[in-house]
Every structure is written in C-alpha cells, then in structure tokens.
C-alpha cells in the first residue's frame, strides 16, 4: 500500500532476490586478484581475508616463511582463496619475485594493499638519527611507491586496478613521541594525491586508509599502557579499541566496484577520533 501510494508500482520495483544479487555482484570481488603486503597478522591478515571473503584471490606475503605458512594455512582452512610467498618490502628482489609470482600464480594483479611499515624510533624527533629516519622512509614509503610501479603494468592488462595504502590517523595529527612514522604516514596521503592524476586515466584508482588505535602487535606498547589507552579512547566517539576486522572490510569496500567513483582519498577508520573536518 505504501510502496503503491509512493509511485513504486511492481514493475518499477526490483525483487528482493534480484536486489540481493545486484548487491553482492557489486561488492564482489570474484576473479580479481589481490597483493596485500605485510599479511600475515594485524590488519594486513584482516584485508586478505575480507578481500578473500568478497572472492578475490589473494597474495599473503611477510618477511617470515613460518608467519606465511601459518597465515595461508589459516585462511585456507576458511575456504579462501589464497597463496603466499615471502616477502620483505625493504628488498627490491623480493617486491620483485612477489608481483612475478602472483602472477604466475593466479594470473594478473587487480589490487594491491600497501600495508607494511616499521617504527624503529620513539622519543623526542632532534634525537632521531638519520639511519633510522631511512629506515622509516624506505619501508613506510619509498616501498609503497615502489610497488605500485611495479603492479601497474600487471593492471593496464586487466584494464584497471585498484591500489590502498595503509597511512595512520598519525598523518593528520602527529602522535607524540612518534614524529618520524608520523611524518611517513603523511607522506602516504600525499603520495596517494600524487599518484591519482596519473593512474586514472589507466582506470586505476588510488586511496589510502588512515587507522586509529587498532588492537595489534604493533600498537601493543600503547593499548597494553591502560593510562595511554585510556587517553586515546577520550579522543575517541566509539569507545572501544579498533581491532583489525575494522579495517580489514573498508580496505575490501574500496577495492571493489562498490567505491568505483572514490579516487585520491584518504578514509579515517578510528572510532570518531578527531583528524580534520
Ligand atoms: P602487526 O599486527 O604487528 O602486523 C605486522 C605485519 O607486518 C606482520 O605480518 C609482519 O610479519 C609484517 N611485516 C613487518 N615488517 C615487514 C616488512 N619489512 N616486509 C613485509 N612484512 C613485514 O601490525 P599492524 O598493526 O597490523 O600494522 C599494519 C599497518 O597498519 C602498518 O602500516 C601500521 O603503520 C598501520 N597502522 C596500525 C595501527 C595500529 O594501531 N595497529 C594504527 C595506524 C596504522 P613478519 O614479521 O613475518 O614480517
């Protein structure tokens, strides 16, 4: 009676079930193939299984051949699609053999996930030297362009692709103590703008997602801190810690055609933590 009284006669309507699949087919990812570096644990392992889960085949890949057999084990077990390799991002070769054996493997490259990053300094930034400034720079950033270089070739032959790097709320406002990954983390937004000009025209979309207090191993010196939790979770609306799951399937959104008009934007996925307008 109200659909009738709100002009939407039955043939204008879409049947709940085509609805459904017209829904699933545009979040789907089924025959693309996704790299998701840094894989094995944290949000990384969270994007290979929600990029897995939506049907993507999925490249895990980390520096440690045990954390990738137990990784691809894992997901295999959950009927996912998926192979590893090793693979440490600092090396050139291993960038290399990774894009060359995904596409052996499963046949071309349609999303990478730029997901690695190291923190080898906290303290006051004058005190950091310069090996670790390249430490940060190298991993944090140089590799992501570096990748990206390397993919976007695999994806003009599949006619588009999709890239995401993994920044930080730390790119917007700069976390004590932590000023150089903080500065890496910024220069991830700005290289996802840099890159968007140019890889659009190959209809590859670039966007970068910037992740609040998560509950990994990575942050574990600040979420095992309750007095620091603490202060995070005061800047936070949702009061709870993230945990990887959170990113994991806003990672997967934007790979898939459901996102096909977001390009060059940088998503905030932490809690309502105050970055910018
Ligand atoms: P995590 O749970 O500790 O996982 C780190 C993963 O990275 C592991 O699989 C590790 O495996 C791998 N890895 C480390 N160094 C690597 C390298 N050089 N090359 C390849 N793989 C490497 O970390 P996470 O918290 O998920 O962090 C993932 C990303 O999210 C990072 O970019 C981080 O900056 C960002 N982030 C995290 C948070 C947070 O609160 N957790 C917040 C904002 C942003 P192996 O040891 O086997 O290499």
Redesign the pocket.
């Known amino acids: 009676m109200f659909l009738r009284s709100a002009g939407l006669t039955g043939r204008r309507l879409l049947s709940n079930q085509t609805q459904a699949r017209r829904m699933m087919s545009q979040g789907s990812l089924s025959g693309k193939v996704a790299i998701v570096?840094?894989?094995?644990?944290?949000?990384?392992?969270a994007a290979a299984r929600s990029l897995a889960q939506r049907g993507a085949s999925v490249m895990v890949?980390?520096?440690?051949e045990e954390?990738?057999e137990r990784?691809v084990k894992q997901l295999r077990s959950e009927n996912l699609s998926v192979s590893g390799t090793v693979?440490?991002?600092?090396d050139a070769e291993h960038r290399d053999c990774l894009v060359t054996a995904t596409v052996q493997q499963f046949g071309g490259v349609d999303i990478l996930v730029s997901?690695?990053?190291?923190?080898p300094f906290f303290g006051h930034m004058l005190d950091c030297g310069e090996d670790a400034w390249d430490k940060i720079m190298d991993?944090?950033v140089k590799t992501a362009f570096f990748l990206t270089k390397l993919v976007v070739p695999h994806m003009e032959k599949r006619g588009g692709g999709s890239i995401v790097f993994?920044?930080?709320?730390?790119g917007y406002q700069p976390f004590t103590g932590l000023g150089p990954?903080s500065v890496s983390?910024t220069a991830l937004l700005g290289l996802t703008k840099a890159l968007t000009p140019e890889l659009s025209p190959y209809n590859i979309r670039v966007n970068c997602v910037?992740?609040?207090?998560?509950?990994?191993?990575?942050?574990s010196a600040?979420w095992k801190n309750e007095d620091v939790a603490e202060e995070f979770l005061k800047q936070q609306s949702i009061k709870r810690l993230?945990v990887?799951e959170d990113?994991g399937g806003v990672v997967a959104f934007l790979c898939s055609s459901d996102a096909a008009f977001i390009t060059g934007e940088t998503i905030p996925v932490a809690g309502g933590m105050n970055c910018r307008l």
Not at 115 to 119: D, H, L
Not at 210 to 219: D, N, Q, V, W
């Open positions: 570096t840094a894989s094995t644990d944290g949000i990384g392992l890949s980390s520096r440690k954390n990738v990784a693979c440490n991002v600092g997901n690695a990053a190291v923190n991993i944090n993994i920044a930080s709320i730390a990954y983390k910037a992740p609040g207090l998560i509950k990994t191993r990575f942050s600040i993230g990887p990113v």
